[in-house]
């Protein structure tokens, strides 16, 4: 089985909201997604835009988590906007709902999720015709994040962080799985899709304490992907990092020097 990736391209955007901060300006644009709901999108802009950067959050989490609000506040300094959408069930999403099963086995959720990002890019396209553009994912941003620029080449380069291998974190974490599960995860496993993103640069910050996605998972993951790539461990858990500047300083040097 494979994933059907596809898109209506032609998707106009509408400006709803606008707020002045240090260095840029916080922009809310609107969006239909690829399922015809509603899709609010935080875009943090620079005066002088050289770089874009699309951040995926976890789950759980929105366009508004904290790390995405530094990431947007200390990118703008370098002439970074970045750019962050509500993914499907959370956020301000018209269908937004409590997900009880793993991430990494909604197939749907994942078709959509990638789906809407191609909408998004295209936005970011006609915006800044002319500007590279990076990705950062975080957990399921990472997960899901790893599909989407297999898909589409117009991101150059990406970060994938705390996020690894399901095929093998999800036995360590839930136990045996099902014949359908481990079916599942043969499509969705973000390693599956790696090879495809060929010689654009990866980035991969781990957590050298993280439970949820143990070190065997992250190494699956990075010995997928086939271009240039670096792994590294930082410290810190899956929710919870020490010395948290420095990964967002990683972060900021991996894409000065990629874009």
């Not at 955007?13 to 239909?32: C, F, M, N, P, Y």
């Not at 951040?55 to 530094?70: C, F, K, L, T």
């Amino acid at each position: 089985m494979n994933l059907d990736f596809s898109y209506g391209s032609g998707h106009t955007v509408e400006q709803v909201g606008e707020k002045a901060g240090k260095h840029h300006r916080v922009e809310t644009w609107a969006l239909q997604g690829s399922a015809g709901d509603r899709v609010l999108i935080d875009a943090y802009v620079p005066d002088e835009v050289e770089r874009i950067v699309v951040v995926g959050h976890g789950a759980d989490n929105s366009r508004r988590a904290r790390y995405i609000e530094v990431s947007g506040k200390s990118f703008a300094r370098d002439g970074t906007a970045v750019v962050s959408m509500d993914a499907p069930y959370h956020g301000d999403r018209n269908d937004a709902r409590i997900i009880e099963a793993p991430v990494g086995t909604l197939v749907d959720l994942m078709v959509r999720w990638v789906r809407d990002h191609r909408q998004l890019l295209d936005v970011i396209e006609s915006r800044w015709p002319d500007r590279p553009v990076g990705y950062a994912g975080f957990s399921m941003g990472g997960l899901f994040g790893v599909p989407l620029v297999a898909s589409d080449d117009r991101i150059r380069a990406a970060a994938i962080v705390i996020a690894g291998s399901t095929r093998v974190s999800y036995p360590d974490r839930f136990g045996p799985l099902d014949a359908d599960t481990r079916a599942v995860l043969e499509i969705t496993d973000p390693a599956v899709h790696a090879p495809q993103i060929g010689d654009r640069p990866v980035l991969m910050l781990n957590a050298d304490d993280d439970q949820t996605v143990p070190r065997h998972a992250a190494f699956a993951l990075y010995e997928a992907f086939v271009g240039p790539k670096e792994l590294v461990f930082m410290p810190g858990t899956h929710t919870e990092w020490s010395h948290a500047a420095r990964w967002f300083r990683r972060l900021e040097t991996f894409f000065e020097e990629t874009l």
